[in-house]
């Protein structure tokens, strides 16, 4: 396996490559970029083989609303794997990286229910987790804390909601 570990400045147009590479359109590479440069982003986490980033995971800082007030909680993705290193483990290794850093707090990602379920998360909807993407049923998911879920409303930072 690679080496893992924070995103370095130098690693920046190689996170951006895996990002254009591994999806259809520049929108996540786009993404990455904006939460980045507006501060949201919380860790982002690369796997580097021979000096080349081949996968990314980013955690950036979201606001879960409960009717108790604002809750901190964090948003996984975008997550990307060049294609030639895809299916060998990359991604996984990056996603355990960036959650073993989340300290505690509720993780939202919106993915493959079958690939997130590994990683312990479960559909929102099931603890009253709403949000923008809510409407994508088990899509929409949630890695509770340790002291379990306050339902509320997920509200994201603006380089989300101009998505």
């Known amino acids: 396996m690679s080496e893992l570990r924070a995103e370095r400045p130098a690693d920046i147009a190689g996170i951006r490559a895996v990002h254009t590479a591994a999806f259809d359109t520049p929108l996540e590479a786009g993404l990455v970029d904006a939460l980045r440069d507006s501060g949201a982003a919380f860790l982002s986490v690369v796997a580097v083989t021979d000096d080349r ?30 294609p030639a290193f895809q299916k060998q ?47 994508f049923g088990d899509a929409w998911q949630v890695l509770p804390p340790s002291t379990g879920v306050t339902p509320g409303e997920a509200l994201y930072p603006r380089p989300w909601t101009d998505l």
């Open 53 to 82: 980033v081949v996968a990314h995971a980013l955690l950036s800082r979201i606001v879960l609303a409960t009717a108790a007030g604002d809750v901190p909680a964090l948003a996984l993705g975008p997550v990307a794997v060049l």
């Open 89 to 135: 483990g990359y991604g996984s290794a990056v996603i355990r990286e960036a959650l073993a850093h989340r300290d505690d707090q509720l993780v939202i990602v919106l993915g493959d229910p079958a690939y997130y379920g590994r990683f312990g998360f479960e559909p929102g909807a099931r603890h009253g987790v709403t949000g923008a993407w809510s409407s």
